[in-house]
């Protein structure tokens, strides 16, 4: 018995050692681009997004492409995005954060720095 219980641990041992020397192979492949390789920009010739989910600082995707291009196209926020070098890349950071808070400041709305439904609407209706 003890025969059969050393020999079932040495094999688990081996399984799960063997496991954990593959796994850092298999995560370092995850890894597509460097960190400073520049982020992909996005066009504003198209609508993104159409609802009004709030969307705040560390979202990606869409929404954020969306939020970004409206505060480029806008009347109130577009010199401010431009002058700065913001770019559309759906990464909701810190750049994209001082942008929305000067776009609610500029709209007489709470200056949170999050878009939300009120924020949403100002923004679509300042597009152009």
């Not at 431009?82 to 770019?87: A, D, I, M, Q, S």
């Amino acid at each position: 018995m003890n025969m059969r219980r050393h020999l079932a641990l040495a094999s688990a041992t081996a399984v799960l050692g063997g496991g954990l020397a593959i796994a850092p192979a298999a995560s370092a492949g995850a890894v597509t681009a460097p960190a400073d390789a520049p982020a992909k920009e996005y066009s504003c010739s198209k609508i993104w997004y159409s609802g009004t989910a709030l969307t705040v600082r560390g979202h990606t995707g869409k929404r954020v492409i969306e939020v970004q291009c409206l505060l480029k196209l806008s009347q109130q926020t577009g010199k401010f995005w431009k002058n700065h070098g913001y770019k559309v890349d759906g990464i909701f950071g810190p750049n994209t954060e001082r942008a929305v808070k000067y776009h609610q400041s500029k709209a007489h709305i709470l200056v949170d720095g999050k878009v939300g439904k009120q924020t949403w609407k100002t923004l679509r209706t300042y597009k152009y």
